[in-house]
Structures are given as C-alpha cells and as structure tokens.
C-alpha cells in the first residue's frame, strides 16, 4: 500500500489554551445554545433533549419485500406525507400542538409545531406500483414489496471446502 501525503490546512489564528476561561465559557455558550434550539423541535419532548430532529426509521428487508418504520408520536395519517419521487421515496409530516388552560387568576397557551422530511433511495427490484403505507399508534410503515424477478434473482452458492 503506498502512502500518499496530505497537506494539513492550519489555521493563523491561536486557539485558546486548556486552562483559558474563554474556552470553558464558549463551550457552556455553545451547550446552551444547542439545547435551546433542540428545545423547539416536538421530537425533542418524546425523546428528550439530546435527541436528534428527525424520528427514528428502522428498515427490514425480508424475502418478498422492504419495510420501514418511522416513530411519529402524536401523528395521525392526516400529518404524513408519503410520496415517490423516481427512485427517491419522500416521507414529509409536520406536528401542531396547542394546548390551552384557562383558571381565574391566569391563561396559559402553548404551541408546538415542527416539520420534518426524510428521503430513501429505493434499491432495485422494488414494485414502486405496490408500496403502501399507513400510520398507527404513532407509527408510520412502509411496505415495499419486491418485484417477482427480485425475488427470483437470490441464489444459493454452495460453499465446498479446499
């Protein structure tokens, strides 16, 4: 394997020093500001504040089709958007919470909204004709059956010992 050489680009400007209080202070700044911005994604309150701002999606593949399932809690059908787009299947929703308290000495209304969308490459094989979808419980899946000559295409190889 032959080594091949790479310029590092360093940078003029002084980076502070371990002990600096600059560096403690960015780096608290920094955090903060993460987690305010985390805090107005709606997933953010099912999976807390460390979460990502897309919803989970697990992909299986079995012998006769795909399937994907993405966490959408608080979603109905209504809010999901399913889509292809040539080989790109789209999957859009967006969440609009508000919830309202009224007492006598006070009223408090809170919303949440947040939208998000995701996008997959669809391999070869996949009947685009076929795919369903459907939402339930807060779950969305996504069934993508595979072409016959898909299907047909797998082979055993017989593995013999030297």
């Given at each position: 394997?032959?080594n091949?050489?790479?310029?590092?680009?360093?940078?003029?400007?002084?980076?502070?020093?371990?002990?600096?209080?600059?560096r403690?202070?960015?780096?608290?700044?920094?955090r903060v500001?993460?987690?305010?911005?985390?805090?107005?994604?709606?997933?953010?309150?099912?999976?807390?504040?460390?979460?990502?701002?897309?919803?989970?999606?697990?992909?299986?593949?079995?012998?006769?089709a795909?399937?994907?399932?993405?966490?959408?809690?608080?979603l109905?059908?209504?809010?999901?958007?399913?889509s292809?787009d040539?080989?790109?299947?789209?999957?859009?929703?967006?969440?609009?919470?508000e919830?309202?308290?009224?007492?006598?000495?006070?009223?408090?209304?809170?919303?949440?909204?947040?939208?998000?969308e995701?996008?997959?490459?669809?391999?070869?094989?996949?009947?685009?004709?076929?795919?369903?979808?459907?939402?339930?419980?807060?779950?969305?899946?996504?069934?993508?059956?595979?072409?016959?000559?898909?299907?047909?295409?797998a082979?055993?190889?017989?593995?013999?010992?030297?």
């Open positions: 394997m032959a091949i050489q790479v310029d590092v680009k360093k940078s003029s400007t002084s980076a502070p020093q371990p002990n600096d209080p600059r403690s202070f960015r780096t608290e700044l920094d500001l993460e987690q305010f911005g985390q805090s107005f994604s709606p997933w953010a309150l099912f999976r807390g504040i460390e979460s990502a701002k897309l919803p989970s999606v697990d992909i299986a593949e079995n012998a006769n795909f399937t994907l399932t993405a966490e959408l809690p608080g109905t059908a209504e809010d999901v958007d399913v292809l040539g080989r790109n299947l789209i999957i859009k929703g967006e969440k609009q919470q919830t309202k308290t009224e007492d006598k000495n006070y009223h408090l209304t809170e919303r949440t909204y947040g939208a998000f995701r996008s997959f490459y669809l391999p070869d094989g996949v009947d685009a004709d076929a795919i369903n979808a459907a939402v339930a419980k807060g779950v969305l899946t996504v069934t993508l059956p595979k072409l016959p000559s898909a299907v047909d295409k082979k055993k190889i017989e593995v013999k010992a030297a």
